[in-house]
């Protein structure tokens, strides 16, 4: 077996390691788990570590289970948080278990069918006919308070220094979650959990939990625990926000022009970090890389690489390509046929925050002159500036130079509502026809 632990080590992707866990993946194949908590129909780049740690087993020649939380999901996660969640009712419980499923669909073959295929669970599948008594007896009885107590999730809440005090509720998660492991390592041999370093506490609870509920047993009752880094920011700032938001993996959420830029903006320091964790480039591709880009910094060069890989992974070559070209349209020489080779929704992405108005069909249809265009809509002050800009060949419609006897008609339209009018070279505005 090829050393799994060494190449996410030299990538940045350990945290905490359970003694055993290195020798286990090199001794032979090993089904292992990560799980991903239902909060939201869809996933953020945050899930992108566990998802790529996941394909990165795959790739190592272990068997990787996904396993969505359908019932732990009806709870919450403790971990990290100081305030109780609010609970999920099952309609939007079941519709973001779905949502999730199908972007882990998207990285693992779950059609697969080789000894080493991913599998997707859900844990509501086997928590949903387990009564409260059997659960209090078969496994609260087998982890004591004091241990539970223990875990840092657990004593930052009850001590105060996060929050108001802790549930039942949440202080039972963790039992739960090390139920899901044993169950796992019971029916499908699965011998490693993983997660983020935020789960440390919840996943050596699994490994106590299988370790006494062998103890009567023939079962040695061995498991491992293994975490990744939660990212962050050089500067300390939260990954995978905006200004707008969660940088997400669905399209709809987030364009593929939106993903692009997130990337192709981050800092040269975090840009080096997130080659090795967020790529599946090997260790000299990287390093020559990183190489190039610290002798002309100024070129971007391990920004555009980065951008490049995570847009096509996540949206595929051709979203890449397109947005590409939206870039290009702000920053370079481009055409109406290029705008209008954009769909909707890259194209309101591209000139997001440019002022815009509203103007009617019918007044386009009798013609709409280019100074109107401008005053009666405030985006230039007079008709005399209009006409000034126009004289200095700095006004532009849909990023083509135009003169004062320009007229705007419905065959400037972009995606058949909207015109993007233009002065000099940084500032845009935005006709929509209505």
């Known amino acids: 077996?090829?050393?799994?632990?060494?190449?996410?080590?030299?990538?940045?992707?350990?945290?905490?390691?359970?003694?055993?866990?290195?020798?286990?993946?090199l001794k032979e194949p090993t089904s292992a788990y990560i799980g991903f908590d239902p909060t939201s129909d869809s996933l953020h780049i945050g899930s992108l570590v566990p998802i790529i740690i996941l394909m990165h087993l795959r790739r190592f020649?272990?068997?990787?289970?996904?396993?969505?939380?359908?019932?732990t999901g009806m709870i919450g996660d403790p971990s990290g948080k100081s305030n109780e969640?609010?609970?999920?009712?099952e309609a939007t419980l079941a519709k973001n278990v779905e949502g999730i499923k199908k972007i882990l669909s998207r990285f693992l073959d779950f059609e697969a069918t080789d000894a080493q295929?991913?599998?997707?669970?859900?844990?509501?599948?086997?928590?949903?006919?387990?009564s409260f008594i059997n659960f209090a007896r078969?496994?609260?009885?087998?982890?004591?308070?004091?241990?539970?107590?223990?875990?840092?999730?657990?004593?930052?809440?009850?001590?105060?220094e996060a929050g108001e005090g802790m549930s039942f509720t949440e202080f039972t998660y963790q039992l739960i979650q090390g139920y899901d492991f044993y169950h796992l390592y019971k029916n499908h041999n699965c011998l490693l959990q993983m997660g983020g370093s935020d789960q440390w506490g919840n996943i050596t609870t699994g490994t106590e939990l299988i370790r006494r509920m062998s103890v009567d047993t023939e079962d040695e009752g061995k498991a491992y625990a293994m975490t990744c880094p939660l990212i962050t920011k050089a500067d300390g700032s939260k990954f995978g926000k905006s200004e707008k938001g969660n940088i997400w993996l669905d399209g709809d959420k987030t364009s593929a022009y939106e993903?692009?830029?997130?990337?192709?903006?981050?800092?040269?320091?975090?840009?080096?970090?997130?080659?090795?964790?967020?790529?599946?480039?090997e260790k000299e591709t990287i390093e020559s890389l990183i190489a190039q880009h610290q002798e002309a910094p100024h070129t971007r060069l391990l920004q555009k690489k980065l951008a490049e890989e995570l847009t096509t992974m996540i949206h595929g070559k051709e979203e890449l390509e397109n947005a590409i070209k939206a870039s290009n349209i702000l920053f370079g020489n481009s055409s109406a046929e290029d705008l209008k080779s954009l769909n909707e929704q890259t194209f309101l992405a591209v000139f997001d925050g440019v002022p815009q108005a509203e103007v009617s069909r019918s007044e386009i249809e009798a013609g709409y002159s280019i100074v109107d265009a401008f005053v009666k809509n405030e985006f230039l002050a007079s008709g005399n500036e209009t006409r000034r800009a126009l004289k200095e060949n700095a006004v532009a419609v849909n990023k083509a130079k135009v003169k004062e006897d320009y007229v705007i008609s419905l065959a400037d339209l972009i995606n058949s509502k909207y015109i993007l009018l233009q002065k000099g070279k940084k500032n845009y505005y935005l006709l929509k026809a209505i």
């Open 117 to 130: 295929a991913p599998v997707l669970v859900n844990n509501y599948d086997w928590m949903k006919d387990f």
């Open 1 to 25: 077996m090829r050393n799994l632990v060494a190449e996410l080590q030299w990538r940045g992707l350990v945290h905490d390691i359970m003694p055993g866990t290195e020798e286990q993946l």
């Open 259 to 281: 993903f692009y830029q997130f990337w192709l903006n981050t800092t040269d320091v975090d840009a080096e970090k997130y080659i090795k964790i967020f790529t599946f480039l």
């Open 85 to 89: 969640r609010n609970l999920l009712d």
């Open 61 to 71: 020649g272990h068997k990787p289970y996904a396993l969505v939380g359908g019932a």
């Open 138 to 160: 078969d496994v609260g009885k087998r982890i004591t308070v004091n241990y539970m107590m223990s875990k840092d999730s657990v004593k930052k809440r009850l001590t105060g």
